[in-house]
């Protein structure tokens, strides 16, 4: 059972994300939370396996009061909630399997083996010190034994106090050196090796590259695939995208949508030459994008990704990443256009708000409007859109679509989404269904023509009426 009483939750930057939260969730009861971008939802779950410290009131799991727990007990309570978040990562360089069951790491033994070989150097690390000192004291100990012993023995013949004395220091001295000498060495061999990773990423080339005599200009936001195929390894048996033919106007908006993993994301990184595409040409501003100077057709081809990077920093900072040489007007306005505004305004900062590393200290949607503002603000001929109005509500997501067409009428937009009410005005609406594009056309047109679009329309239909 989990109980809150008067919780309240106030950020370093002063806004408060939640007051007076009084709620009690029995033991096996299905809730759901709803609510406007910004409205606290993400930071209510997160108080609960303590992501977030709630500033005022009580928080109690079972009868344990959350803000109890510290160390060994909060980790072992964290486990026992499992949470899902938007935005999440996977483990690199290994299978499927592995990363589906990193939940139960403490019982996997390929966890373990993976572990001891990342703790291994630690350990080796950790015993070098006090092996040495064993060996130190083991030697003053074998020095304080014999010479103790000649000195009684001799009567002082063989070896004195003052000469006992000085073998002592001398001992202490080198043994002293010899032990810094070791721990040099490993220092040595952990910067050489850190050195060889640092060169290896620096001396690495990139496969794309600007052609001899590139072109620094895009006439306009236009975009054309011509018999456009894509895999991105030469080794694939399978190609991510197979015989693309489309064409885009300037200033059109064009919706795409898809099941997961039908290529949305690989479609249109070929537009921004984040990869060349295997076979085929495709173009912008009537040109074939491999003509581009990269930083060129970068700056003129914006993209805005689900999962949203913020820095630490102001708001100012975050937003200047798009701009180096905005205004402040430049910047109000492009918040204005991405529905940003409102939020930043109840800040006691306002634009001069602390903003922490990733973002943690504002919501999902807050995070993607601030990220969309930050791509306005660079005014390019193409802004993608891929899937980053989805933890918008629905209320925002359609102020922006009007503020865009009302605003950014000769810009060509491109939006990515999984909800049809996202893409449903879109001039021209592409299906991808596996490699290709199963089917185009307006909302009403597909709503007629299309099954693949039948069928996701009414499920989402069923779902909201359910």
Known sequence: MIEFKEVEKRYPNGYEALKHINLTIDQGEFVAIIGLSGAGKSTLIRTIN????????????????????HGKSLRKFRRKIGMIF????????????????????????????TLGIFTKAEKILAFNNPLMQFCLYSVMIFVLY????????????????????ALLTYNFQILSSLMMLSMVFVMITMASESARRIVEVLDE??????????VYEVKDGSIDFDGVSFKYSEKADKMALA??????????????????GSSKSSLIQLISRLYDATEGVVKVGGRDVREYDLDTLRNQVAVVLQKNVLFSGTIKDNLRWGNPNATDAEMEEACRLAQADEFIQQFPDKYDTWIEQGGTNVSGGQKQRLCIARAMLRKPAVLILDDSTSAVDSTTEA???????KNLKDTTIIMIAQRISSVQYADEILILDDDHIAARGTHEELLKTSP????IYQSQQEGVGG
């Open 86 to 113: 938007q935005s999440f990562n996977l483990i690199t360089r290994t299978t499927v399997i592995k990363n589906v069951l990193t939940a139960f790491v403490p019982a996997l033994p390929w966890w373990r083996a």
């Open 243 to 260: 015989d693309i033919d489309l064409h885009i106007k300037s200033g059109q908006t064009i919706g795409i949508i898809g099941g997961t």
């Open 50 to 69: 303590r992501m977030h410290d709630i500033t005022q009131g009580q928080l109690t799991v079972d009868g344990t009061d959350v803000m109890s727990l």
């Open 399 to 405: 102020a922006i679509r009007a503020s865009f067409a």
């Open 205 to 214: 080339k990139s496969t794309l590259s600007n052609p001899e005599n590139p």
């Open 452 to 455: 693949i679009y039948q069928e």
């Open 146 to 165: 014999f010479g103790s012993y000649t000195i009684i023995t001799s009567k002082g013949l063989d070896l004195d106090v003052g000469q006992f004395s």
